[in-house]
């Protein structure tokens, strides 16, 4: 997928910073990183939970928005390939000891790109914004000042991702 999105990029940017959005957070995001050295780390990937199998690339870009490229699977594409489409839908027919294996990987070689779409799309440049280390007014941890919202982290705001225990 990552491959056939940089062939399809309007005028690649030989040499140049690709950049890149996943709709899913599952495997993808480890195709751009190897591929196109996209990280979230260089801030050239950005991991959307969407639930889509899909990904746009794009080349650098001043502007508000950058044409790029979309790739995504497409499941009207997909029942020509049987084996695949009962993995990738996760239908209980499917079971690995017997279906998968050498069959579904035989099935996704020889259908190449066959089950992929792509279009051309606008992709909305993120803008950068200059920001300068600031206290959480709850918590008193350290994060840039743009993300507090009235003086609290998102953390402090319900948006925590653990609960505190006693050591």
């Known amino acids: 997928m990552v491959d056939y999105a ?3 990029l309007e005028s690649p940017p030989r040499g140049k910073k690709i950049y890149a959005v996943c ?9 751009l990183q190897v591929i196109a050295h996209c990280t979230t780390g260089n801030h050239r990937l950005r991991v959307l939970p969407i639930g ?3 990904l746009t690339v794009n080349g650098p870009a001043d502007a508000p928005y950058v044409n790029g490229t979309r790739v995504f699977v497409d499941g ?3 029942e020509r390939y049987p084996t695949f489409a009962l993995w990738y839908t996760k239908d209980p027919l499917f ?3 017997t279906r998968g294996g050498i069959d579904l990987i035989d099935e996704v070689i020889d ?9 051309r799309v606008r992709v909305k440049v993120p803008q950068k914004w200059p920001w300068k280390s600031a206290i959480c007014s709850i918590c008193g941890e350290m994060v840039p000042d743009n993300l507090l919202v009235d003086g609290a982290c998102s953390d402090c705001r319900s948006q925590s991702y653990y609960e505190k225990v006693a050591y």
Do not use: N, Q, W, Y
């Open 6 to 8: 940089l062939e399809l």
């Open 23 to 31: 709709e899913t957070t599952k495997c993808l995001p480890d195709a």
């Open 52 to 54: 889509k199998f899909a």
């Open 76 to 78: 009207a594409k997909i």
């Open 95 to 97: 079971d690995p000891r």
């Open 111 to 119: 259908a190449g790109r066959d089950f992929l779409s792509c279009e």
